[in-house]
């Protein structure tokens, strides 16, 4: 008899997601993502950092100032849209924990992904979020607000 207590497609992709945050090295926020195909493959995954070349240590982590983290990370969709190095997205979900901001919201319909999966709403009422769920609907993405019954998924390195 098979066991019982395996998770989801939508847990297992979800989970990819949180843990490819896990390699943000944002101190305030760590988001990440993971696009699959129809299949259930695994095409790309990604989290909001840097671009290639630009050093942690060197560029910003602050909010607030002259000079701030905003004007050079690069968010966890976009990233995981990049890496897939020109796979075909076409009809491709994709999973991440924070609701897509305006700007990824554009190369998410431009690249194909027909869906997003998200886990947390948190900048709802901010005028890029709107404008966000405004194009993503227009442009017929679907947006799906993730579900569990499950707190946690728990990865053990030591048995």
Not at 82 to 90: D, I, T, W, Y
Not at 101 to 122: F, M, R, T
Request: net charge neutral; proline share 3%; with cysteine.
């Amino acid at each position: 008899m098979k066991r019982s207590d395996y998770i989801s497609w939508d847990e297992y992709f979800m989970g990819v997601s949180l843990l490819a945050a896990k390699r943000s090295k944002d101190p305030n926020t760590q988001v990440g993502a993971c696009i699959v195909d129809q299949n259930n493959i695994i095409l790309s995954t990604g989290y909001n950092g840097f671009p290639y070349g630009c050093s942690d240590d060197v560029y910003p982590w602050e909010r607030e100032g002259d000079d701030t983290k905003y004007n050079y990370v690069v968010h966890a969709e976009l990233n995981a849209i990049l890496n897939a190095r020109g796979k075909n997205l076409k009809g491709a979900k994709l999973y991440v924990d924070l609701f897509p901001c305006n700007e990824c919201a554009k190369a998410i319909i431009q690249s194909g992904i027909s869906e997003v999966v998200y886990l947390y709403d948190k900048y709802a009422d901010t005028d890029a979020t709107k404008a966000s769920k405004k194009m993503l609907t227009s442009a017929g993405v679907k947006l799906t607000q993730f579900e569990t019954d499950k707190g946690s998924i728990t990865l053990d390195f030591k048995k």
